[in-house]
Nanobody, 118 residues
Framework: QVQLVESGGGLVQPGGSLRLSCAAS????????MGWYRQAPGKERELVAY???????KFADSVKGRFTISRDNAKNTVYLQMNSLKSEDTAVYYC????????????WGQGTQVTVSS
């Protein structure tokens, strides 16, 4: 099992920035992709971004050019830097770690709330 703990959420004004962190522990060797999803009220959970251990990244169209994802392998931590935040970015953000060579859904964090509002 892999345990994931997110941090860094909060309230920010439109146009502002936040950085989310996700620290992984446990059977870290079993995952090769780490990423972020989000779920807004009344909507389905959606992929925001992910980064593979080989450095391949993918972003949702809605966040391209505003969000970046990075990994600190020494700390087993993945970060989501969110800039130019919009009200529509308001959601609970979840970290996920999984293995792209497996059918297993992997592990999820508990989620962290991001609210963009003036």
């Amino acid at each position: 099992q892999v345990q994931l703990v997110e941090s860094g959420g909060g309230l920010v004004q439109p146009g502002g920035s936040l950085r989310l962190s996700c620290a992984a522990s446990g059977r870290i060797f079993s995952i090769n992709v780490m990423g972020w999803y989000r779920q807004a009220p009344g909507k389905e959970r959606e992929l925001v971004a992910y980064k593979t251990e080989d450095g391949i990244t993918k972003f949702a169209d809605s966040v391209k050019g505003r969000f970046t994802i990075s990994r600190d392998n020494a700390k087993n931590t993945v970060y989501l830097q969110m800039n130019s935040l919009k009200s529509e970015d308001t959601a609970v953000y979840y970290c996920r770690g999984w293995n792209s060579n497996s059918n297993s859904p992997g592990s999820w964090g508990q989620g962290t709330q991001v609210t963009v509002s003036s």
